[in-house]
């Protein structure tokens, strides 16, 4: 945990004359502050918090970076060593928060004046090419295919055609499983560091901002990407993470630079992950991200941003803890579908409008949400084959009795159907739903569900 104000009380920094105020006129009153100031006093605002001293982590420090730096590109990550980077990206420069105070990180400019491509890169198609990595060092082109993403405004790790198929929605050919990573895995890692710039003869140094299907494993790889277990530094550029590990065999994920949006299918299959880290505020779509995660037991910490949480955890079949999920998330289609091992689920987004098949196969669920909030507009299948569902719960979607989204079929269709069938359970529905008994008649014949007053 990292905490550079040293023998400073609350008091000090939160009272009428405190440091914080006084920094917040220094900066008002001086433009021209240094950026390594503007870290220390985000870096207090992040640790005094709302209510008080909390521990600094990568949502909060960004959050007080950019109210510091006022629209200027800063990204925050998160070490996984207590400490943290703030890479400047308009001036190309990085910085340390560590427990010692503001420490100076890879100076970007630097890094390109003086880079070379290193020997061993050869092929003709990196003629004059050169890129430097997440540690500031040159890389090995030859490791990689890359392509510019119109998508992002930047390079993407994999190959022109891939990107093309993915811009015309995808197809099941060969070319779209393709990785970009072309080297080999040694060692569970891969060679060297990930491209962070990449400059072709004389144009300009580039951000990587994509990093699709970058180390997804399949059978056309060069390289046999099963065989990665520690994922590398991602870089702080990268917006777009689309299927970047799928089926790859990682156990633990690193942490989410605060610029990624895109989370699509991220860890998809990766049937050997435990251990993840928080979902940055700046990520807006993480539908199937750990789809089929098969041993990962507790959801991240996802921050307030995420709107799309579509089949996001489906097939977790040792998912057993949830944490709180922000109320900007509006779809969560079969977001736990299948998660066996799930008992608990009492509080949902306040905004979320899809609840077609969320908790459907949740066999063990016994606890589900306390009550479904009037933004819920469709509930398909939503608790089907919930088996254990028992206790009370308030429906109050807004869904029609008459409604129906293809002639035939309603938004409640088969919403408990083959829920609450055990023994001596019951379930009592109350709430100002227009369809709530028809809801409740969608149940089949065996179950313990009745309307209470």
Known sequence: ????????????????????????????????????????????????GKNGY????????QEAIDNQFQGRNIVVSDNGDDTFTVSCLDTLKDYKVTSNGIEDGVDWNEAMVNAVAPESQDEARNEGVIAIGTDGRTV????????????????????E???????????????????????????????????????????GWIAVTSLYKTFQVNVENNSDMADLIYPPTIPNTVKNLMTTFAYSNIRSMLQIPSRVTNMVSSFYSCSKLIETFNIPGSVQTMDYCFNECTLLESTPEISYGVISMNSTFSGCSRLISVKTLPDSIKYMEATFRNCILLENMTNLPQNVENLDSTFEG???????????????????????????????MEINANIEKDATFDGTHTYYYMCFAGATTKNDIKLIIRGNCKAINEIIATKNSNSNIELGL
């Open 140 to 159: 090995d082109m030859d490791l990689w295919a890359y392509s510019y993403d119109t998508l992002t405004g930047g390079y993407c790790l994999n190959s």
């Open 161 to 203: 055609d891939v990107l093309d198929n993915e811009e015309n929605g995808g197809d099941n050919s060969t070319k779209v499983n393709k990785a970009g990573y072309l080297g080999q895995i040694k060692e569970g890692k891969i060679i060297g560091s990930v491209p962070m710039y990449i400059k072709k003869g004389n144009d």
């Open 1 to 48: 945990m990292v905490f550079i104000v040293v023998g400073v009380t609350i008091a000090t920094l939160m009272g009428d004359n405190g440091l914080l105020e006084k920094a917040q006129q220094a900066k008002e009153e001086n433009e021209e502050a240094s950026d390594r100031e503007l870290i220390a006093m985000a870096v207090l605002e992040a640790q005094i």
């Open 362 to 392: 949740c066999s063990l669920l016994k606890n589900g949400p306390l009550v479904i909030p009037n933004s819920v507009i469709s509930m398909i299948c939503t608790f089907m084959n919930c088996s254990n569902l028992q206790g009370s």
């Open 54 to 61: 909390q521990d600094l982590n990568s949502n909060s420090l």
